[in-house]
């Protein structure tokens, strides 16, 4: 069993920054990619940015230039450092995870889920 624990989500005014980590547990193998994706009210999840291999970055046309996403590999952790929040940006953020739990066994997995509210 694998868990993802968020934390770091808040209250902050426009403008500002935040700092999401998510913290990967469990029966890990080998991790493929970690990311992060967002939820809004009345609106589907989105895929917010992914880091896969340790190098390959990908980053919602919507965030990029605001957004940068990085990974502590040995620590199976990964962190999404926002900055010039907007309030568009307020949302859950959830982490999500591609790791394979044995040579053959492979999931994808979520965190619980983290608010993130850009308000004055």
């Known amino acids: 069993q694998v868990e993802l624990v968020e934390s770091g989500g808040g209250l902050v005014q426009p403008g500002g920054s935040l700092r999401l980590s998510c913290a990967a547990s469990?029966?890990?193998?080998?991790?493929?990619?970690m990311g992060w994706y967002r939820q809004a009210p009345g609106k589907q999840r989105e895929l917010v940015a992914s880091l896969t291999g340790g190098a390959s970055r990908n980053y919602a046309d919507s965030v990029k230039g605001r957004f940068a996403i990085s990974r502590d590999g040995a620590q199976n952790m990964v962190y999404l450092q926002m900055n010039s929040l907007k309030p568009e940006d307020t949302a859950v953020y959830y982490c999500?995870?591609?790791?394979?739990?044995?040579?053959?066994?492979?999931?994808?997995?979520w965190g619980q889920g983290t608010q993130v509210t850009v308000s004055s």
């Open positions: 469990g029966n890990i193998f080998r991790v493929i990619s």
């Open positions: 999500n995870a591609h790791i394979y739990t044995s040579t053959t066994l492979w999931d994808h997995y």
